[in-house]
């Protein structure tokens, strides 16, 4: 489908380029430019997508959750504390206020009676998918980023071919502002999200530690105390650690 739609886009992206040909600067130009670089632009993030990625992969990327570090550590803390004093039954009442799915999916699961050896190699699985899912979508962004120019190399091309063929023409600055905005937009694209994908994968990492570091301290008995010393540990120094 989505392969489908990039030939249709590339195709409007060819005809409206040719437009350019014989346009001067004014409003019409600026219109069809607009055309041009849209329908180019479309294609491109079209037909650059690999094999096995759709456009919902940017929305699986992220967390479905809005859980910092610490305020992870403090619910596991909690989970901890209610399992040493209340019992395993008691996760119930917590388990349904937690924000993090993921996390309410492992509190059934350890109400269930599952061990810790059954568990752990699912919250592995997870993180594993999350970088899989990164990874494919830095394998699009580079691919799309890389043809953005490309999209304004052709009408500026086309303009300039047709200026060469008439005497005396000018504006051959003109002719360069397709290609000239869109490696300007390349680099926009590059600064402002290039480094994304990186921060993305520790923030994976860092968190699916924090689960699986929080998972195995809560079935085995651990105290509260010691919970947050090891969870600390995955972040930070922790500097009540100094003054033993």
Known sequence: MIKGLGVFLMVLYAGFSFQLEG?????????????????????????????GWNPGSWSLMGAPYSLNPDAMIRELETLARTVRQEGLLALESRRKDLKDPFLRHLMKKVMDGHEKSALLPLVRSQCETRFRIIELNRDFFERFAGLVPLVGLVPTLVMLG?????????????????????????????????????????????????????????????????????????????PRWADA
């Open 23 to 51: 346009f001067g600067p004014g409003l019409s130009f600026g219109i069809v430019l607009v055309l041009t670089l849209v329908s180019g632009l479309g294609a491109v993030y079209c037909l650059a997508a690999p094999e």
């Open 162 to 238: 047709s200026l060469l063929m008439r005497t005396g023409s000018s504006g051959f600055g003109l002719a360069f502002v397709p290609f000239g905005f869109m490696l300007f937009f390349q680099l926009v694209l590059e600064a402002g999200f290039g480094g994304q994908f990186e921060s993305l994968r520790e923030e994976t990492r860092m968190h699916f530690d924090l689960l699986e570091e929080g998972l195995t301290c809560i079935q085995d008995g651990v105290t509260v105390e010691l919970v947050g010393d090891r969870l600390r540990s995955k972040v930070q120094v922790n």
